[in-house]
């Protein structure tokens, strides 16, 4: 089993490291850090973490590739999804828009169909 790296990118996730997602934690708290991990993070995640299947992930690996959807989309779909696995849809939702509350998009972040 692949070891997950920690949100530096570079060790693997350990408390003691403070590069880790506490499954604990608040899903707010959640949320922020799965959206510090770098776009080229995601992808092991998806693998990893959640119940993607591979083809599902190199799909939308693709679809980030050609502009179809925005990276940031797809981090907070990811984000999304972890935490609900630990704190329910709902937790994860309000996760979702507290953060987009404090953090506006990007220019050319537009809102994309759910990846």
């Not at 996730?13 to 708290?29: A, D, F, R």
């Not at 973490?49 to 083809?55: E, G, H, L, M």
């Not at 849809?89 to 828009?97: C, F, R």
Request: hydrophobic letters at 45%; charged letters at 20%.
């Amino acid at each position: 089993m692949p070891i997950l790296v920690g949100l530096d990118g570079q060790r693997k996730m350990s408390k003691s490291l403070g590069n880790y997602v506490g499954i604990t934690q608040s899903p707010t708290e959640m949320f922020g850090r799965l959206m510090s991990i770098s776009d080229e993070m995601m992808w092991p995640y998806f693998d990893l973490v959640t119940d993607r299947t591979p083809d599902d992930v190199a799909a939308l690996a693709a679809q980030v590739k050609s502009g179809a959807i925005h990276p940031m989309d797809v981090k907070m779909s990811l984000a999304q999804e972890i935490i609900a696995g630990f704190h329910g849809a709902d937790a994860a939702a309000k996760a979702a828009a507290e953060f987009s509350a404090n953090f506006p998009r990007p220019r050319g972040a537009g809102r994309s169909a759910r990846a």
